[in-house]
């Protein structure tokens, strides 16, 4: 089945600044990219995703990209706000579903 | 997006009892999904609800100690039986909606078993 490593596991940045967050898969087959916010106590939640037939794809802070051939991609947020502070989690989707990393725990600095 | 309300919120339950979740939907949906998320942790599938037939369990989860319940399109319970400390955790529904399969997810279930 699906592995997908998630990288770094905690990530501070000081507001203003960029963060990037990276993951990796196995399968080949898989095709569906989506990349989710979990605020504390609270669901996650769908922020941006990507499809294999795309490379990249941004909206308004934040962008996605992804490299079918090496099996890894990225979520990039720029002008970082404290309101971007929870864990985000990448996904992808094969033949089994959603298969999850084990997330990034994203700390914006004042 | 959908709306999708998930009950109870959270409870503390005692050893060797069990608790019933349940997720119910706006609109209908042909598979809804079970997750657990251990503190601190990622999301784990449990389980594929399909309305009409077997839940389909993934690795390390069975019907008897998760067994659930799909009734209709817009409806799913899960239940956690003869809990276990080790039970303790984030229970989560979800549906694909939409064309394009977007995940979303009902607000979850705090269980602490006690």
């Known amino acids: 089945g699906e592995n997908v490593e998630q990288h770094p596991s905690t990530l501070s940045v000081q507001e203003g600044d960029s963060a990037v967050i990276k993951c990796t898969y196995s399968?080949?087959?898989?095709?569906?990219f989506p990349w989710y916010k979990q605020e504390l106590g609270k669901r996650p939640q769908l922020i941006i995703d990507?499809?294999?037939?795309?490379g990249e794809k941004k909206d308004q802070r934040i962008a996605v990209t992804l490299n079918k051939t090496a099996k890894h991609f990225s979520l990039h947020i720029t002008e970082t706000q404290p309101e971007d502070s929870a864990v985000y989690f990448c996904?992808?989707?094969?033949?089994?579903?959603?298969?999850f990393g084990k997330g990034t725990h994203l700390i914006i600095q004042p | 997006s959908a709306v999708i309300s998930q009950k109870p919120s959270r409870d503390i339950c005692q050893r060797g009892t069990s608790l019933t979740i349940q997720c119910q939907v706006d609109?209908?949906?042909?598979?809804m999904f079970w997750y657990r998320q251990q503190p601190g942790q990622s999301l784990t599938l449990i389980a594929t609800?399909?309305?009409?037939?077997?839940?389909?369990?993934e690795s390390g989860f069975v019907i008897d100690k998760f067994p659930i319940s799909r009734p209709n399109l817009t409806f799913s319970t899960l239940t956690v039986s003869n809990m276990s400390p080790e039970d303790s955790s984030i229970y989560l529904c979800?549906?694909?909606?939409?064309?394009?399969?977007?995940?979303?997810f009902g607000q979850g279930t705090r269980l602490t078993v006690v």
């Open positions: 979800s549906v694909l909606l939409g064309g394009q399969g977007i995940a979303f």
């Open positions: 399968d080949s087959a898989s095709n569906y």
């Open positions: 990507i499809r294999s037939n795309v």
């Open positions: 996904a992808a989707e094969g033949a089994d579903g959603l298969t």
């Open positions: 609109s209908q949906v042909t598979m």
């Open positions: 609800a399909n309305q009409g037939s077997e839940a389909t369990y």
